[in-house]
């Protein structure tokens, strides 16, 4: 079966640190890969999404990147961190055929101080 | 872009009420999901239904693709159905539009 991982669980960062947030899928291959953010609870927003490795799409400018070295690997990056980037981080996976259902990992919540 | 409303968005349920959530969306979609987010993050796949109805358990939900509404029912609701309940439409690659969810308080 697939199972989707994401770490840290919990990050608090100082205004203007970098940041890396990964995600992984494992027992699929070349699935489709999202990173969404949460804001105050409530709405998902897509950030990023990708068909395959070093192909990246952004749904809304900002302060923020995504790469995919690798088939199953998904990174989160910033170089310098904003308070606007405080939430809660989600990455999902789906197969890449179709109208596929999405799957999402535990998520980061990020707190910038 | 495609909007997606969700009401009622706020909804306070006695243990052992049955209630109803509807998901509204403005567009022709390939797909729809339901998802629970319980109390620590985790959001968790319901119901994958682009037409029809679909049942699990307690719950059901129902999609009229040409109406353009989903509803997800909750039957015989328990306290561990308390959290937030997300509707979210498929545009396109598969990318997800998400409504701002249906906030569910269940008391005993």
């Known amino acids: 079966s697939q199972t989707i991982h994401q770490w840290p669980a919990t990050l608090v960062q100082p205004v203007g640190s970098p940041l890396s947030l990964e995600c992984t899928v494992e027992g699929t291959s070349n699935p489709n890969l999202y990173w969404y953010r949460q804001a105050a609870g409530r709405g998902l927003q897509l950030l990023f999404y990708s068909v395959g490795i070093g192909q990246i799409s952004s749904e809304v400018p900002q302060n923020l990147s995504a790469s995919r070295p690798q088939d199953r690997q998904f990174i989160l990056s910033s170089k310098k961190l904003l308070l606007s980037d405080s939430g809660f981080y989600l990455c999902a996976w789906s197969r890449d055929s179709y109208n596929q259902p999405q799957h999402f990992g535990d998520g980061t919540r990020l707190s910038i101080l | 872009g495609i909007q997606v409303e969700q009401s009622p968005p706020d909804l306070i349920l006695q243990e052992g009420a049955n209630s109803t959530l509807r998901c509204n969306f403005s567009?022709?979609?390939?797909?729809l999901q339901w998802f629970h987010q319980n109390p620590w993050g985790q959001l968790i796949n319901l119901f994958y239904?682009?037409?029809g109805t679909k049942q699990n358990g307690r719950l059901s939900a129902t999609t009229v693709a040409t109406e353009r509404y989903s509803l997800l029912y909750i039957s015989s609701s328990q306290t561990t159905d308390s959290g937030v309940y997300f509707c979210?439409?498929?545009?396109?690659?598969?990318?997800?539009?998400f409504g701002k969810g249906n906030q569910v308080v269940v008391i005993p």
């Open positions: 979210a439409v498929n545009y396109g690659n598969n990318r997800l539009a």
């Open positions: 567009d022709s979609v390939n797909n």
């Open positions: 239904i682009p037409s």
